[in-house]
């Protein structure tokens, strides 16, 4: 899947995805049970939204951000690949950014 308008939606639907955005603002959803998804070409004002995933569905958190992605992993065996490190983190009730290759709650 390819975002190429001014803003695009995407969400994996079970098993292995890839989301690709496009120019504007993109959404992107990861649902607890989705499977291992990558998402590609997000910008610092793309939203990714890990719909119904609280903090204590990742392993290990702050170990997931390296210089060029975001590798989050979950309790239920499924992963997320963020490459690069741009972009708003939907969590719960929380947004978070990373800043300095670590996370930083979004005010």
Excluded: C, H, P
Excluded at 1 to 10: C, I, K, N, Q, V
Excluded at 19 to 42: C, E, H, P, R
Excluded at 66 to 80: A, C, N, P
Aim: aromatic share 8%; hydrophobic share 35%; proline share 0%.
């Amino acid at each position: 899947m390819a975002g190429t308008g001014d803003s695009s939606l995407w969400g994996g639907n079970g098993g292995n995805d890839l989301l690709v955005g496009g120019a504007g603002l993109n959404s992107f959803f990861y649902n607890y049970g989705n499977g291992d998804d990558t998402i590609q070409g997000v910008d610092e004002n793309d939203i990714i939204d890990l719909t119904n995933i609280g903090l204590d569905d990742i392993v290990d958190a702050d170990s997931a951000i390296s210089s060029d992605r975001v590798e989050l992993k979950f309790t239920d065996g499924g992963s997320l690949t963020v490459e690069g490190t741009n972009g708003t983190y939907l969590v719960g009730l929380e947004s978070y950014v990373v800043e300095d290759g670590k996370w930083s709650k979004k005010a």
